[in-house]
């Protein structure tokens, strides 16, 4: 096995330089979701095991249950922590004596040896990261070539004026064959992400998934709710979920109907009950799930390492939302989201922090300051760091429907937001010390 060689290889160089090697000490081998074992528990979820081949990393949605040396299945719940033989060793995350060159500036260069398939996982996070300036790109060096102009023209036209495609409910733009692509499981293998269900949801109602936190971009909603690539489909069968985005890249040409064709769909009233009001098995939304980043733009601000500060205490239009479509409230909580980036601290520079909610109050968006790893560097760039993330579904609230939004009584609406609020910090305190072992502080909620 190559890669065992070479970790052996770099152990003993690292021995010999004094150098500390750095091991991700909560980490378990990458896997699709997880999901009770045979003889264990029903709260449990099965524990990463050795690598067995090559194809086992290569496929992305890697990491085969395996028995421990005693031969016995083991299973991981909540508040366990990853025993030594989980430990994995992240290559391209260590110091120099792996093979990575570092300049005379500080900055950890990439070594040639990467293997293949890390090269792609690291191209496949880079064309997500930056899609829309691909998209906009392209659509820009349309427009520079009159040959395409009858065709643009009537397509903007169309897009501005008369299409609803992105609020109407219909999802007939939703492509499975593009989100169930190879190439998505190589994205979530990146990072490593993993989709963990507390119990079974009933297709015969529908769901708001909240997800918590926002993050920098919200790679972890991308990769657990637009693509199959940690298996939603077999974890949730008979539920169709749609992450949702701001209802401005549905105006951007080209880049839309990328989206779209992912099954993104706009955070917008209309298109929110729409989605919860039509379609489904009964022509009425049973089956159907939306995915909303609660937080949103302004949560991002507060996205730092080794903490989670959520925007909620004041976020009641989902709860509302929920009880309009008669849709049960489902909190997710994603571990690792806010390790993905780095970014300047709010409290550090108050000057910069107003101007970004200056930004978002007149824009409806916001520019963090971040960065992270590059491509060819582990030390500048844009590219998230390869950080585990572990998006954790937790057990739906059941929310009792009323039409009229005349007669929804405050006092309902506080009520269901207490108890979505009280679901994601039981969410924190069951997995807190299996996923968040080097947090800095507890889950705090504004």
């Not at 991308?222 to 693509?227: D, G, K, P, R």
Request: aromatic letters at 10%; one cysteine or more; charged letters at 20%.
């Amino acid at each position: 096995m190559p890669d065992i060689d070479r970790i052996a290889s770099g152990m003993s160089m690292l021995k010999e330089n004094g150098d500390h090697l750095l091991i991700d000490e909560h980490s378990v081998l990458p896997s699709t979701a997880h999901q009770p074992l045979k003889g264990c528990p029903s709260d449990a979820a099965p524990r990463g095991g050795s690598i067995s081949t090559e194809e086992t990393w290569q496929d992305g949605r890697a990491g085969s249950i395996c028995p421990e040396r005693d031969g016995e299945l083991h299973c991981k719940r909540p508040g366990d922590v990853a025993s030594a033989f989980d430990k994995r060793i992240l290559l391209n995350e260590t110091p120099s004596g792996l093979g990575e060159v570092e300049s005379s500036l500080g900055v950890r260069w990439a070594p040639l040896s990467i293997s293949p398939r890390r090269r792609f996982q690291t191209l496949v996070v880079l064309y997500h990261t930056v899609s829309i300036a691909i998209f906009l790109t392209a659509f820009f060096f349309s427009c520079a070539i009159p040959l395409f102009w009858p065709l643009l023209l009537p397509y903007l036209i169309y897009i501005s004026l008369f299409s609803k495609v992105a609020t109407d409910g219909s999802l007939r733009r939703r492509s499975r064959f593009l989100r169930s692509l190879r190439i998505w499981t190589y994205f979530a293998g990146y990072f490593p992400a993993k989709l963990h269900r507390s119990e079974v949801l009933s297709p015969t109602r529908k769901y708001i998934f909240g997800y918590h936190p926002h993050g920098i971009i919200s790679h972890g909603a991308f990769a657990a709710f637009a693509t199959e690539a940690l298996g939603f489909s077999e974890l949730f069968p008979g539920i169709t979920n749609t992450l949702l985005t701001l209802d401005s890249n549905f105006r951007l040409p080209f880049y839309r109907d990328y989206a779209l064709a992912m099954g993104l769909g706009s955070v917008s009233r209309e298109s929110c009950e729409n989605l919860l009001s039509r379609g489904g098995a009964d022509g009425e939304g049973m089956g159907r799930a939306i995915t909303i980043v609660v937080g949103g733009a302004r949560e991002s601000l507060d996205a730092q390492p080794h903490m989670i500060r959520l925007v909620l205490k004041r976020r009641k239009g989902f709860i509302k939302l929920a009880i309009r479509t008669g849709a049960d409230l489902v909190p997710v909580l994603a571990f690792g989201e806010n390790e993905l980036y780095k970014q300047v601290a709010s409290d550090q520079h108050p000057l910069i922090h107003k101007f970004q909610l200056l930004v978002k109050r007149t824009m409806g968006f916001t520019i963090p300051l971040f960065h992270a790893r590059g491509v060819f560097n582990y030390d500048v760039g844009l590219m998230p760091y390869r950080r585990p993330l572990n998006i954790v579904v937790g057990r739906p609230i059941q929310v009792m429907q009323e039409r009229n939004k005349n007669n929804i009584e405050d006092a309902y609406v506080d009520e269901l937001h207490a108890r979505y609020v009280a679901g994601l910090q039981k969410l924190w305190e069951e997995w807190k010390d299996t996923f968040a072992t080097e947090r800095a502080s507890e889950l705090e909620i504004n």
